[in-house]
């Protein structure tokens, strides 16, 4: 049922702590976690600045991230096991570009991809209704259906795995203008990309139909939590205020 020269001979890149505990369990012998929630806080372009970046947004030392770690020894072929969390799909492309960087082909890459586990019948039904969430987990699927996914693997298309690679490029640009573009249209094979702007956008400063410059979505709910009814209002109407958000560190 494995495949890829061999389940234990492969590179599996697990995107959580839970995932990398459960591909050592069922047989992988060489497992990087790369794990970190790349929806919030700062990215970077280059390694050496964004693990900088990364540091001082979480104010920990602590190495879950290893992707970028001198300790890795990288050898083809490479399983990226990758849920529907919109976390690990960001994360997925940050991957792509940094193999693509190494020198790695995309037929050296094999990315398992996989849907959300069914919900219990207790589940909320606004939850059930969203395409992605952050909470989802390889780890959630049995074993026998980890190994079947990986008996299947195939390399991406060298179209997709491009795009992937300049999502990341964008998503790391000091101007969101192209990743928001990007976003707005929609890329096939990354259905990801309207939720996430869903998300992201909420930090954006807005403008109304007559051009004003209105808050974010964020600062407003902050500022109305802060202020009083009467100061709030008065600071959100005022036209000559402008108030700039920040999103992957970049004003």
């Known amino acids: 049922m494995a495949n890829i020269v061999e389940f234990g001979g492969a590179t599996h890149v697990a995107l959580d702590g839970l995932t990398t505990e459960r591909l050592l369990q069922v047989g992988a012998t060489h497992v990087v976690c790369a794990s970190d929630l790349l929806v919030i806080g700062p990215s970077r372009r280059d390694a050496l600045e964004h693990e900088r970046a990364r540091r001082a947004w979480w104010n920990s030392t602590e190495e879950w ?63 059930l209704a969203r395409p992605f969430t952050c909470s989802e987990s390889v780890s959630d699927h049995a074993d026998a259906v980890l190994l079947d996914r990986l008996g299947k693997a195939r390399p991406w298309p060298p179209e997709r795995y491009d795009c992937a690679v300049r999502l990341w490029d964008s998503y790391v640009d000091e101007n969101p203008l192209s990743f928001a573009e990007s976003c707005r249209a929609g890329v096939e094979g990354f259905p990801e990309l309207a939720p996430l702007w869903a998300f992201l956008s909420c930090f954006f400063p807005r403008r109304t139909a007559e051009g004003d410059l209105r808050l974010s979505r964020f600062d407003e709910i902050t500022l109305s939590r802060l202020s009083t009814e009467r100061g709030f209002r008065a600071y959100e109407t005022d036209p000559r205020r402008e108030k700039s958000a920040v999103v992957n560190g970049s004003p």
């Open 65 to 127: 991230d290893k992707l970028y770690s001198s300790d890795v020894h990288w050898e083809p072929p490479i399983a990226l096991w990758v849920s529907a969390s919109l976390h690990e799909r960001v994360n997925l492309w940050r991957i792509c570009s940094w193999l693509r960087h190494f020198g790695f082909a995309h037929h050296d890459i094999f990315i398992l991809d996989f849907d959300p586990v069914p919900p219990s019948r207790a589940a909320n039904r606004e939850v």
